[in-house]
Each structure stands twice: as C-alpha cells, then as structure tokens.
C-alpha cells in the first residue's frame, strides 16, 4: 500500500546498513604480516604511514621480521604519494598521527613537515655506527638525526649507456661544449642523446638534471650560499649559475638532442628506452636500477655529473625516503624499539643484500651497484653536494617540477621560472612566518 | 504517424546510435585494456589482446583491489547517507514549503548557500574527532548528510509547493496530527521527487573518493573509488590492472543500473523539477 | 474515507479554516546534522582564512585580510581564476546544450529510445577518479587512443595535444566532464519536456509553426524551469571542480590547467591552512556574486506551465 511503502524503504535501509556495519567490521586491515595477534600481554600494535609506492619487498619482509622479534603488529597504512602529505598533517594536527611515518626525503623533510613532529634520534645507540658521509646525507642542517633511509641514498648525475658510449668511441665528457660534440655524435647515429622525462608524476627525472646543474652554485660559493637563501638575503634569480643551468637544459631541446616526446614521457618509459638502446644518457640516481635490471638485466651503465660550462660539473645527493618516528607517538618505545631494530647490522645487510647501494653506516657490508661505486668516487673527492630541497627550506619541488614542464615547453623562460619560484619561496616564507620573510 | 515522421524517427535514431559510439568506445578500451599485459595495454588500442591476462590479471586485482571490502562500504555509506539524507531533507522541505515568513525565508537561504561552499577539510576533522566519530563510516555519512541535504531541499521545496494545501487541511480534519499527517498522507505523495534526490544523492556519495579519503584513516574501511585510486597509486602505469579494477569496481554499479535504469531515468523524469 | 471527508469538511470550512501546525520539531535534525557537520566547520574555516594559520605554528594570529591579498597575488592565481571560469562556463554550456538536444531527440518517439536514454545516461554513474583515468589513457598525446587513429586516419594535423598542451589542458579537462555528466542533465530535461502539455504543441501545429519553431517558441519556454536549475547547478559544481581536473591533469602541464580548488588543495598540502582557506572563500563569494544574478536573471524568463 503506498503509505506504508516509505517507512518499509527506510526501515529496510536500516536494517541493511547496520547487518552490513556488522559484517564489515571484521573485514582484516592491511597488515604487515600473516600472524594474527591473539591479544598477549602487552602486546602492542604500531600504526606505520608509508607511502604506497615505497613500500617494497623488503621494507615488508622487515617488518615482518621485526614483528617475529617483538610480538608486536605492525598496521601499515598505504596512502598514494600525492595524497600521503596531507594525510600525514591532518591526522597529526588532530594528534591521530602514526607512531611510525615515512618522508620524501630524510634531508627534505626538516622544511616539509613540521619539525616538532619528529623524535630526535640523534642519541640512539646506533648513531654512533653511522660513517661520516652517511651522517653527512641524512642529518638535518642542525645535525639532528630523524630517520634512517629505507630507500637507498644517492646522487643524481647522468647515467649512460656504457655499450653505446663505447661503440661510437665517446667517452665522458668534462666540459659542456665535450657534451654538445658527444650529443651530436649520437644524433647522428640515431641514438636520441639526452632523455628527458616531463610526464605528469615522472617530473622528477628532469629536476634530476637541474638539481645537479644547481648545485654548481655551492661548488662556486660554498656553503654560506644556504644561510643567505634561507634568510631571504639572496633571491634565485639572482644566482648567476642557476640561470645558466636552466640555459643549459634549453639548449639541449634547441639543438634537438633530447627526445620528443618529453611531455608524455613517464619513468617506466625512461627505463624502456634506456634498456633498448634508444636513448644513451638519463638524469638520475641509482634507484632506477632495482626495476631497469629487471627487464634488461644486460645493461651496464656508467656516471658522470653533467658539465656546468667549462667545468666537469658536481653531483647532488638525496638522503632517500625515511623512516621516522612521531615524537607524539601513543607507543613511542616500541616504535623506537622498531627503529633500533632496523639499524641493526644483521637487519641491515639483509635488506641492503636485496638492492645494492649506498649504506649509511660504517660497519655495514653493503655491496654496491654499478651507479653507487662511481658516486663514491665524487663524494671522496668533494664534487658531490646535497641537493637544494634538502639546504633551502623555502623549496617546494613540486613546483620546480612543474614549471620544468612549461620551461621546456617554452611557455616559460629560464629568467620568468626563477623568478616564479622566488615568488612561491616568498609566499611559503612569509606564510610560516620565516624570519628574514 | 505519418511516413515523414517515421522516416525522420529512423534517422535520428540511427544517428544517435552512432553517436553512442562516443560512450561505447571508452568503455570498450576498458575491458579490452584489463586482459592485456601491461606493455600492450600502455598503447592504449581497441585490439584484442594478443595474449589473453584475464585470469592472472584479475587474480592480481582481486587480492590487490580489496573489492568486495570496498562495496560492502560503499554500500553502508551510500545507504546511510541516503537514508539520513533523505529523511532530513523531507522534513525540513516541508516546513519551508508550507510555513511563511520571515524564519522560513532565511532558513531556506542559509540552506541553499551549502550547496556553494566547500567543506573545510581541517576543521570538519576536528568535529568529527571531538564527537569520537573519526574513522567511522557513521562520520562520513553525517558529513555526506551535511553537504547534501541543501541540495535535496532544494529540489524538494519546488516540488512540495506543488502538492496542494488542501491535502494538509484534509489530513489535519480528519484528526491527524502533524507527523502523522506528513509520514501518511504527505510523504507517499513525494515518491517521484524522492527518487531524483535519492538518485543525486546516490552518485554523489557513491562516486566520491575525497570525503572517504580524509576522514577515514583505516583502509579497511576504504569505499570503492578510493580504492581504484589507492590501486591507481601502487600500479601506476600497469594500465591493465588499473583498468581491471575499475571495471570491477564499476560493475556492481552497472549491474544495478541495468536493471534499474528505467527506474531511475524515470524516476528522474517523473520527479519533474518544476523550480 | 473520501466521502465522509467531504461530508464533515463541508459545514467546517464554511464556519472557519482549521490552524494547520507544522511544528518547528520538522527542521530540527536537517538543522542539527547540517550545524554540527557543515555549517560550523565551513564557517570556522572561514574565520580561519583571516588568521595565519599554519602547520608550523601553533600559535595563530589574526592577520586581516593579508591572506587574500597573498592569494591574488599568487603567480598561478590569474591561470587558475580564468581556468575556473573557463571550466565552469564550457562545461555548463556543454552539458546543458547536448543535455536539451538529447532530451529533444529523445523525446520524439523513436523506437529504441529507453535504450538508448540508458545509454547516454551512463557515464554519470563511473566514479570521477576512473573517468580520470580513462580519459588520461584516451587523451595522452603520444600514446593515447584518440591520437592513435586520428594518425591511422592520416589526420596528423588534428592529433594535438590535449593533455599535454598547456594552452588545450583545461578543454581537455571540460571534454571529459561534459562527456561524463550530459546524461544528467539530459534526464531532466527530458523530465521538463515530458512534462509539456501536448496541447501546446497541438496549438501551434495547427498554426503551421515547423520543428524548429516548435522547439523555440514551446519547448524552451517552457523549459525554463528546467534550465535554470541545471545551469545553476552546472555553474557552481563547475566551479567547485576539483577531482575532475585534478586526476586528469594535476594542474598540469606546469600550472596551465589549475583551478582555485587545486589550488586550495595543494597549498593546504603544503600547510598553508589560513592562505587555502582564504582561497576558498574567494571561491564562494566568486559563485554566489556570479550565481546570485544568474538566478533572478532565469527566474525572470521562467514561464509558467
């Protein structure tokens, strides 16, 4: 009967959603690992952001470990990186943050989040075991340590295809005119030169390339650069050796020695062309390894910085996504007990075994890869410094990425793109009430 | 009807057949894409997959995707909010139809400027943390209720001003009071314009991945499109999986519009909006 | 019942009307449920954008109208304020001109017409997010299937850019929307249409008016109503835009293609909280100014049915 067919709907509605509630909330959550915590005493459960890109095999298999150690469980919660920044702020902002988060990048992270957030693990036991160039990269510029990487740190410089490089009798070049000469060759011979990687999520294989050309500026004038950036006493554009380097990079796509199809060109993109020959030179660090050997396992690639001028050039460094610990944390003990666990020796060549690199600290056998072994020889030799997003805490890379696109594009030039993101710096100094802003 | 009109009758239909094409042909490279493997699916062709993925594919998806998790929240939210949604919005439309004046002016304009502002994210997650209803699905179905009942209300007091006085003053002869008079007489007689609000309701809540995103911390609580952009985040360019778990996320969905499509599109057109 | 209704109203209504209570107790929970959950925040959102809130401080100031003056000052502002626009504009268009036309074909007494209603209603039941990513899979310059066979076709010249073209990103954003949510709009005009009492079209058949006549001189008018609820809707939800754009484009290339919603959310993402608040509320007062006028404006030319 029509009056009653009202009420049926909403008291059927009802009674739907709350079998369903019922039923839903038993549903398992992401979890670490398969063992089902039958309640012991003081068993603990660490909430563990990480982003759902960086959460590799072997971060898994460690926290499954870490589990088997402790008796506690460890609920990770996957976020997509785009979304994980303000995830992360919300939740602590409403004190629900987890004990355990990852960030970008351990040097970056002192200007992208704030810095109450982090427990200070300067005094661990462990810090004492870091080698110097491995506290150099992952300490902030206080010299506090709040993390420990959980992706390999690295250098970006140009990677090259060693078997092309050799074919056509080229050798690294040392100056930029040496590159041009080079680049012409492999034009020639079919090869697209440079790879130049602007797709929308893929940018940073670009500002690769420009945070090395970047760092020339501290090679000419030292550290103090930073202190007179971050107090708003020096603007972008008024750093000679950054207008060049953006020059450099133009001049690249004038003279048609990087690919086309630039704008749509994604990282798996880079890793195919890469491996299959078309393109000889990439900007980037080693963590294009671990999946580029895994289809082309044959490939052997060399490293170089790209040259600034009539100088051999330098490269930047990245400390690696990191792993740290909410100074707000609700298990603060057994998130640092986590922390203490997976800067452990044992802990720490097992996951090292499983992708080659760089390792932080002095005592650990870490094997390296074929990009790490040549970062070593630039950082000995004083031609590798941290990248800008780590020094300048005004920095916001998405922006930087961006405006590479339009730069390339040539909707914007090198001048109008400095002086853009001196405006952006301006507005996120002011905004934080920066002193100097 | 004449010869001329049913010669004109065929051309048009046959033209908007083909100019269906436009809605088919997304929906093609869907599921052509999900039984591809991820390099020919990455080019993107309406051709059949050279070598058929379809088990493997969906396995990956299934254990990924959490789809059955995810519908079974979705459904709790959609309904929830549907519900809550509806039955405010019923009411508070009937008052401002029927009462005059100043208070009833103004409450009609205080609704009707949410349906212009945003949420704000921050303080909305303070509110729902200081009730305890943070990461809850009853949290998000009261933000969902907040955000659209100016909409339903819209929609419905053009409607309710449409059902004459008489029937109140009938009803309220006969000794009803005022609620009854409304859950007996009054609302049955709102049935089509309750089906367009549920409708706008439905997919506005259904399809929304924001409103889960912020305030729903566990992923076990995760709705479906969510879901796809959590996939989306982890198999970035793996088009066939991304596509795979679309098409499974959207065919409950389909299913239910297939069969209740008349209904619905009815339901819409019948629940004329007359301003 | 009817009868003795009409028996007992007789003699009642001619003495005196009954007072009809509808009790105040009927807006309580939409009043509560909208309070606590919408009003309130959006409101404390608000006040918020005249402070200057930020994640780094606890401490927050109020600070006048400081923040908005930073957001107009904005290098992207200019991009993402006529994108909006744009957005707005070309989808409400889109949708609304398609949406009639539709309705107009559909309603003409083919054969297969609740089929093919179905048809063109079903983008608008697929989750933004997915059409997003659809449309990123059609529209990619180098890859994508649209460019594909307009090549196969020999018609290089119109394999653009789309999404990659800074001067395109935002079209191809309003394509995608309109492609997605014309049904919508289409089934309720059809409603309106359906609602047209045939006695005009009779009138006017009769008169000697064509198709075309019948269709401006009967079906618009009286489809007003139906207009100016969809264009209103279309406008505000146009302008409001954020997933659409946002999973299509980012923004991107570079910032051609932002929005003010975009905008809002990447520099909330960037802990900015009074600077984005600020930003939405330009938004707001941004459609009621524009929406306001557009109301009254179509009110006036609404006929009666």
Known sequence: ?437 | MGKKTRGLNRLVELGLWALSLIIFIPYLLVVLTSAKNSKEAGLFRLSFPSEFHIFENYQTIFERGHIIQGFINSVVVTFGSLVLVLACAALLSFYIARVKGKFSDFLYRFFLLGMVAPISLVTTFNVLKGLNLLNTRLGIIMIFAGILIPFAMFIYVGFIKTIPREMDEAATIDGCGPYRMFAVIIFPLMKPITFTAAILVFMNVWNDSQIPLFFLNDNQYWTMPLNIYRFYGYFRTDWNYIFGNILLTTLPVFIIYLVGQRFMIEGMTSGAVKG | MSASIEARKLPLLRKRRPPIYYPVLFIVPALIVYLVFFAYPTLLGFYYSFTDWNSSNSDIRFVGLTQFVEAVKNPDFGIALRNTFIFAIVTTLGKNGLGIALAVLLTMGIRARSALRAVYFSPAILNIVAVGLIFQGLLNPHTGFLNNTLRSLNLDFLALGWISDPSLAIYAACLMEIWRATGISMAIYIAGIQNISKDYYEAAEIDGASMWKKFTHVTLPLLMPAITINVLLAVIYGARMFEGVYFLTQGGPGSSSEVLMTLVYKYMGQGLYGYSTAMNLILVVLIIVISMPLLSYMRKREVEG
């Open chain 1, 1 to 437: 009967m029509v009056m009653t067919r009202g009420k049926k709907k909403i008291a059927a509605g009802v009674l739907i959603s709350i079998v369903l509630t019922a039923c839903g909330s038993n549903a398992g959550s992401e979890s670490g690992t398969n063992g089902q915590g039958n309640a012991n005493e003081g068993q603990v459960t660490l909430q563990f952001m990480v982003t759902s890109e960086n959460y590799s095999g072997r971060l898994k298999d460690f926290i499954a470990n870490y589990e088997e150690m402790s008796g506690n469980r460890v609920d990770v919660q996957l976020f997509p990186a785009a979304e994980f920044d303000n995830m992360l702020k919300v939740k602590m902002m409403s004190d629900e943050g987890p004990d355990l988060f990852v960030t970008d990048d351990i040097a970056m992270s002192q200007f992208q989040v704030p810095v109450e957030w982090f427990e200070d693990l300067t005094e661990r036991p462990w810090a004492e075991r870091l080698s110097d160039g491995g506290r150099a990269i992952i300490e902030w510029n206080d010299g506090r340590i709040t993390g420990l990487p959980i992706t390999n740190p690295g250098g970006m410089g140009m990677m090259y295809n060693k078997a092309i490089f050799d074919e056509l009798g080229l050798s690294e070049p040392t100056t930029w005119d040496e590159l041009l000469q080079l680049s012409e060759t492999l034009k020639q011979a079919g090869v697209t030169p440079i790879n130049i990687q602007l797709a929308n999520g893929s940018e940073f294989g670009t500002t690769h390339l420009m945070h090395q050309l970047f760092a020339n500026a501290e090679l000419n004038r030292g550290s103090q650069i930073w202190d007179e950036l971050n107090s708003n006493k020096l603007k972008l554009v008024e750093v000679e050796e950054y207008e060049q380097a953006l020059q450099q990079m133009l001049e690249l796509k004038e003279k048609g020695y990087i690919n086309e199809d630039f704008i749509s060109n994604t990282f798996e993109m880079t890793q195919e062309k890469l491996g299959t020959g078309q393109v000889a030179m990439h900007p980037g660090g080693d963590f294009i390894l671990e999946p580029l050997l895994e289809n082309y396992p044959d490939i052997e690639l060399g490293f170089f910085p790209m040259p600034f001028g009539d100088t051999p050039g330098v490269i930047s460094l990245y400390a690696g996504v990191g792993m740290s610990v909410n100074s707000n944390a609700k298990n603060k003990e057994a998130a640092l007990e986590l922390i203490d666990f997976f800067a452990t020796k044992e802990e720490q060549e097992a996951y090292m075994g499983k992708a080659p690199g760089t390792s932080v600290f002095a005592d650990v056998e870490a094997e390296q890869n074929m990009i790490s072994e040549e970062l070593q020889k630039y950082m000995d030799s004083g031609r590798a410094f941290m990248g800008m997003f780590g020094r300048f805490q005004v920095w916001n890379d998405m922006d930087a990425r961006k405006l590479m696109q339009e730069m390339m594009l040539g909707s914007k030039s090198p001048q109008r793109v400095l002086e853009e993101l001196d405006a952006k710096a301006e507005l996120l100094g002011r905004g934080k009430q920066l002193p100097g802003w």
